[in-house]
């Protein structure tokens, strides 16, 4: 068996001002998050309803008041989830869940095994390989807590790899928080030219009145992307099995980047030849509320105020920008006559394109909640209104568009919280994306607490390819063509046993004119219908009675049709652990070996220049034994001071 290298694993994930571990709930409640953070996180209901969340609620004295009660929602949903504490999966603090492949080190492109099609329409730039490393906005939190809260983490490989994670929130005020993140990625790498560094930061602001009808929501987020990019190592000879470079993968001459002296410090950043990304987004979303005041008096001096809102005005502004490029200080002009068909003057040996995107995004959508002491469920109507300005190649080309799209939104979830009901739709009326739309709807009903949850969901996205296969794009290198809409359709059914620790669902995917690249830079699209057939699981088996576990999870994906799309059979990841405290009354442990395995199949090749994945249909990757991985993971409880 292959054997990984131990991460040496330094992780303090729980620093608190005061020295506590008495969270109000502890249940990790991950598939709340999936789900606001999921293609249905879209409207911004509820948050100051008839429950009293946050605000000055925080004040009344409930007996915890020397430990930490804290709780977070998303932007654009008004649920709030707790924090997992959980040490179960430590790939859950990690940038890449299990089932995403990299280019060999952490931190270069990576492409999800699983097949995950677009399913929003509208403008798109194109440049998805780096997005597990972004802040994004979606998954953006807005924390709420009595007491300042601190999280640092930190991670060292064994070839100098460095993952660093800080976060801190507080509430200013009972009704003001604010949360500041930051997070570093630096990797050197076994290979020449595939050092990477990635810096992200993000600062959210949230703000509710006294009186709770007033919301304020500011966020600044940003991530600087540096990956350096090789082409892989050339093939003319067999350095791999050579015992020349078995001990030493360094000195490998690489397609791309020239030979390079080696370095293992990571404070250094320089990257010769690579991939440069930098995005930013600055959002400010206000609501005000019309409806119904109330109170409950808790004793003769302390009164906490509610609030119920019955209609709901809401505006949002963006402002963001998108910054794409590739440079090449040492170009090959053979590998970029030969894979490109760029001719590349040998007196200048340097080859750069970019392209540059500003974005400002307006938004007015009107609320109303049927039910005052239900805030899970409301209404939504709206109209957005986006300016995007493009800078091509050294910006020399300057392209301006517009669009213009009308949006609806209907979510209801019980107060008994039986049934989960969320529709959502989008058209665009004019501008650049003009007949672009996307309709999603889901249930989710409780059969019982022993049965669990059932869902059925729907989807239909009919959208403009990315731009980065049209002609304007400094990255579109293939003759122009004349491309249609996407369109997809996708039916899913999932059944969520928390009970028996099961999480099973179908998805079956219909697609036509799927965009795609076919060798470096031709563009291709699919000529006739698809469909992609998958079935995902996960269950934890209790092995005995003594703390042993199987967890596993099993993927299962199936193309019919003649569409260029490779995907694995089967993709599965296992756990064999032992979880416990070994007679410790404050140490939760979890120990063990991690097995990953997909079957064989013709994996993606990929093009640096433009940064893109890329069908192949000649070479077929083996896995003759599953990945292993040997891991401890660890949590101490700390005492509640008094």
């Known amino acids: 068996m292959v054997l990984k290298s131990l991460y040496i694993v330094f992780f303090s994930a729980l620093l608190l001002t005061v020295l506590c571990e008495k969270a109000v709930g502890q249940n990790p409640g991950m598939r709340q998050i999936q789900n606001a953070t999921g293609r249905f996180g879209r409207g911004g209901g509820g948050g100051a309803g008839g429950q009293g969340k946050g605000g000055d609620s925080l004040q009344h004295r409930t007996g915890l008041e020397d430990s930490i009660t804290l709780k977070f929602r998303f932007l654009d949903t008004s649920r709030f989830s707790q924090l997992d504490s959980s040490v179960l999966d430590f790939t859950g603090r990690y940038p890449l869940s299990w ?28 440049f998805h390989s780096y997005d597990p490393y972004n802040f994004t906005l979606a998954a953006t939190r807005f924390y709420n807590t009595t007491r300042p809260y601190s999280e640092i983490g930190y991670m060292l490989g064994s070839l100098q790899e460095q993952y660093i994670n800080l976060l801190h929130t507080q509430n200013v005020k009972p009704n003001w928080n604010m949360s500041l993140q930051y997070r570093l990625v630096n990797a050197p790498g076994a290979f020449q030219n595939q050092n990477t560094n990635h810096n992200n930061y993000r600062f959210t602001s949230w703000f509710q009145s006294k009186n709770k009808r007033y919301q304020n929501f500011f966020v600044i987020l940003g991530n600087k992307l540096m990956s350096g990019e090789n082409g892989g190592i050339k093939n003319d000879l067999n350095y791999l099995d050579s015992s020349v470079y078995r001990d ?44 119904q005041k109330d109170s409950i008096v808790v004793n003769d001096t302390t009164v906490i105020p509610l609030f119920y809102p019955r209609l709901r005005m809401e505006h949002t502004i963006s402002y963001n920008t998108y910054n794409y490029r ?12 030969n894979n490109y068909k760029i001719t590349i003057p040998t007196t200048e040996g340097k080859y750069y394109q970019q392209d540059y995107w500003k974005e400002l995004l307006n938004d007015f959508s009107l609320y109303t909640f049927p039910d005052a002491k239900n805030s899970q469920q409301f209404f939504k109507a709206g109209i957005s209104f986006q300016m995007l300005k493009g800078e091509f190649d050294t910006g020399t080309v300057k392209k301006s568009y517009t669009n213009l799209w009308l949006h609806g939104e209907y979510r209801n ?21 003009s007949g672009d739309y996307d309709v999603h709807g889901m249930l989710k009903r409780l059969v019982s607490p022993k049965f669990g949850y059932v869902e059925l969901g729907f989807e239909n996205v009919n959208r403009s390819p990315s731009f980065i296969f049209d002609p304007t794009s400094s990255f579109y290198l293939d003759q122009s063509k004349s491309l249609n809409k996407e369109n997809t359709i996708h039916f899913y059914a999932a059944l ?23 060798g470096f830079y031709k563009v291709a699209q699919a000529s006739s219908l698809f469909t992609v057939f998958q079935v995902m699981a996960d269950k934890d088996f209790k092995l005995g009675k003594k703390g042993w576990h199987w967890r596993t999870w099993v993927v299962l994906q199936q193309r019919t049709g003649s569409a260029e799309v490779n995907l694995p059979l089967i993709s599965t990841r296992s756990q064999f652990a032992y979880d416990g405290n070994l007679g410790f009354k404050n140490l939760f442990l979890t120990t063990g070996v991690e097995l990953r395995y997909f079957t064989p199949y013709k994996v993606n090749h990929y093009s640096p220049l433009q940064g893109q994945f890329f069908y192949q249909d000649n070479q077929v990757v083996h896995m003759k034994v599953p990945e292993v991985t040997a891991y401890a993971n660890f949590r101490i409880r700390g005492s509640q001071l008094m």
Do not use: C
């Not at 250094?268 to 600055?282: E, L, M, P, R, S």
């Open 99 to 126: 089932n995403f492949v990299t280019l060999g080190n952490f931190g270069n492109a990576a492409e999800n095994r699983i097949f995950s099609p677009m399913y929003t329409s509208g403008w798109d730039h194109g």
């Open 413 to 433: 979830k019980t107060r008994n919280k039986k049934w989960d009901i969320e529709a959502y739709g989008k058209f665009y009326l004019n501008g650049y994306n």
């Open 496 to 518: 969520d046993k928390s009970a028996k620790k099961l999480h099973v669902s179908a998805h079956y995917q219909l697609l036509s004119n799927y965009t795609y690249l076919t």
């Open 248 to 291: 030493n993968r360094y000195i490998i001459p690489t397609q791309i980047g020239g030979n390079n002296l080696q370095s293992r410090n990571f404070f250094t950043t320089n990257i010769v030849t690579g991939t440069f990304n930098t995005n930013a987004t600055y959002l400010m979303r206000q609501q005000f509320d019309l409806g």
């Open 326 to 337: 590739f440079r090449d200080t040492r170009a090959d002009s053979l590998y970029y006559a």
